[in-house]
């Protein structure tokens, strides 16, 4: 049985309930009514007759004629007076002989009212077939209607389940498209308004666009590591292949064997770049970070390295908090100081400092060196791109790509700009943790 079939049967079932816990309430209601009508004329005859009495005093009774008694046998409220002992004395004959009780009760199909006046008693009946009557065909009613509005709920009710399960059905039937054809470049219609199911196909939507973007990602990601490791492993080849087709002296070999060492080297340092980056898809633990402490970390990791280029770092620090991973926080912002030492003219500055304000936190690294074209920046940020005037220094294009990917799983972003006297500025913007901890 389908969910929607499922959610329309129970909703049938609750209506059904409530209907038939609605009409027991409504006979109930009708019942109490119509009896409490024909207790009330009961009731009213019996004490007009009591005023009579009291005016008059009680008489034996009376002979009749026939006319008379049968005229009283014809009223549809019987009322019989009676002394004290139980002898009827007026009106009458009584359907349900004397009965000395106070009160409203039934006997048989009969209604009776029994009033005490100080002469005796005035008994008040009627028959209650009519109310009879009338109750049953209440219930006639109730049972026909009830049915028949269940069955029009039921219909009405799968109806509305059909279309609330519209979105879903689609959401499925994507889904089974994208696992057969591994494309998910599709989307789901967006349900009108702003209800669960339009959040639920909104959020659908969202989740297919970054997976589109992630498997666009993870290809270029493949293409690429396969493309930059053919160059090491043919040279390797090419290397071992010469070697090995005559004898060569000592001497030649270990000059092979330098080579190989060297591509080596560059591979493994490749392969370990590759693992860097390839890790830090991964979502950030959330631990408090402080910006300032990144900055004093990274630029104490490449003092040596820039001394050696006779590069000036310049610190300034303040207090910036947010929430992520320490050491790959260290790592992001000692990808951008390493290029920029690399890429910065020898004797120049480099300036490293953290700001915030209400609602993010920046980690600013200044360099004097070429920049970077405003065309090249988005591309850039992808694995193994490089730019055009970057081909002659070493590096496979993995850095600005390593720190995106920091970023992103950070909820942060990486901001390029070229500076207007020369050099490139290069910010990781994070969120400002505001709560402590």
């Not at 109930?28 to 009514?33: D, E, Q, S």
């Not at 630029?299 to 320490?326: K, N, W």
Request: hydrophobic share 40%; net charge neutral; aromatic share 4%.
């Amino acid at each position: 049985m389908t969910f929607r079939w499922r959610l329309t049967l129970t909703y049938a079932v609750l209506l059904g309930l409530m209907l038939l816990l609605a009409e027991s309430f409504t006979y109930a209601a009708f019942r109490h009514t119509l009896y409490a009508s024909l207790d009330d004329s009961l009731k009213v005859f019996a004490q007009k007759q009591a005023r009579m009495e009291t005016r008059t005093e009680l008489e034996p009774p009376a002979r009749k004629t026939s006319a008379l008694d049968s005229l009283n046998r014809q009223q549809p409220i019987r009322m019989t007076v009676y002394d004290a002992q139980g002898n009827q004395v007026d009106w009458g004959p009584s359907r349900v002989e004397f009965i000395p009780r106070a009160g409203t009760f039934q006997i048989g199909s009969e209604r009776v009212f029994m009033l005490k006046i100080p002469s005796g008693w005035i008994q008040t009946t009627q028959s209650d077939q009519a109310v009879t009557a009338s109750l049953w065909q209440i219930l006639r009613l109730q049972l026909t209607g009830v049915p028949l509005m269940l069955l029009l709920a039921l219909g009405i009710g799968y109806l509305i389940g059909d279309r609330a399960m519209k979105p879903i059905d689609q959401v499925s039937d994507l889904a089974a498209r994208i696992a057969r054809g591994g494309h998910p470049g599709e989307r789901v219609p967006v349900a009108p308004g702003s209800d669960e199911l339009a959040r639920l196909t909104r959020t659908i939507n969202d989740m297919l666009s970054k997976l589109d973007t992630q498997l666009a990602r993870e290809q270029l990601f493949a293409h690429a590591s396969a493309h930059e490791l053919r160059t090491p492993i043919s040279v390797i080849r090419a290397a071992t292949g010469l070697a090995l087709e005559q004898e060569r002296t000592p001497q030649q070999y270990r000059e092979t064997l330098e080579q190989i060492h060297e591509v080596s080297e560059d591979m493994s340092a490749l392969t370990g770049r590759l693992m860097t980056l390839a890790q830090a898809t991964r979502p950030a633990e959330q631990r408090a970070v402080n910006l300032a402490d990144v900055v004093l970390m990274t630029t104490e990791v490449h003092a040596r390295e820039a001394q050696e280029r006779h590069i000036h770092l310049r610190v300034s620090v303040e207090d910036a908090a947010t929430s992520g991973d320490f050491n790959t926080l260290v790592l992001a912002a000692g990808n951008l100081i390493q290029n920029a030492v690399k890429y910065s003219p020898q004797g120049s500055s480099i300036d490293v400092s953290c700001e915030t304000d209400a609602r993010q936190v920046r980690l600013l690294v200044l360099d004097a060196g070429p920049g970077i074209p405003e065309s090249e920046m988005p591309r850039l940020t992808q694995p193994f791109q490089r730019g055009a005037q970057t081909q002659n220094l070493s590096g496979a294009g993995l850095g600005l790509a390593l720190v995106q990917t920091i970023l992103e799983g950070h909820g942060g972003a990486l901001e390029l700009a070229n500076r207007p006297e020369g050099g490139l500025s290069a910010t990781l913007v994070l969120p400002r943790r505001t709560s402590p901890g």
